[in-house]
């Protein structure tokens, strides 16, 4: 069975990669796909296409909105949404995602520490995993891509 896997959250370590590399060295069938993770381009994208604007409010409105189009395609296309909360910084986007992931009843992956176990209460309720590391990850895409495990 080929999965199709969107891979969203936290963009300042290399959790993405640590990933797919692992999936891939146990030859599972998996198509990946991510929001952009140039944080500058993320956050221009709007102004770059449609113009500059004067105030903040509606430069970042414009970014968001184009982001959203690429995000929600890929959420809409994926079998599985991986959503990883990283510790230093508040990802508002991804707690979007999950709660898209999960509207469109996706099969919704959460990746956390214990030291946001409670803020995230809500969001690791609507998930059918919640995992702390990269390797519970690639074991639960294991087991649904073949059905068995292999440490």
Request: glycine share 6%; aromatic share 8%; proline share 1%.
């Amino acid at each position: 069975m080929k999965l199709k896997v969107y891979l969203s959250g936290e963009i300042h370590t290399n959790w993405r990669d640590e990933i797919i590399n692992k999936c891939k060295s146990k030859n599972l069938e998996i198509e990946f796909s991510s929001p952009t993770t140039n944080h500058e381009l993320s956050d221009d994208v709007g102004v770059k296409i449609l113009g500059d604007e004067e105030k903040k409010f509606w430069h970042d409105n414009k970014g968001a909105k184009i982001n959203a189009i690429r995000t929600r395609n890929a959420i809409e296309k994926a079998d599985i949404v991986v959503v990883r909360f990283g510790e230093k910084y508040k990802q508002w986007n991804a707690a979007f995602d999950a709660g898209y992931a999960s509207a469109l009843n996706k099969s919704l992956i959460i990746m956390h520490g214990d030291e946001q176990q409670h803020a995230l209460k809500e969001v690791d309720a609507a998930a059918l995993a919640v995992t702390k590391n990269v390797d519970e990850i690639v074991n639960i895409l294991q087991y649904s891509v073949n059905g068995s495990l292999e440490f």
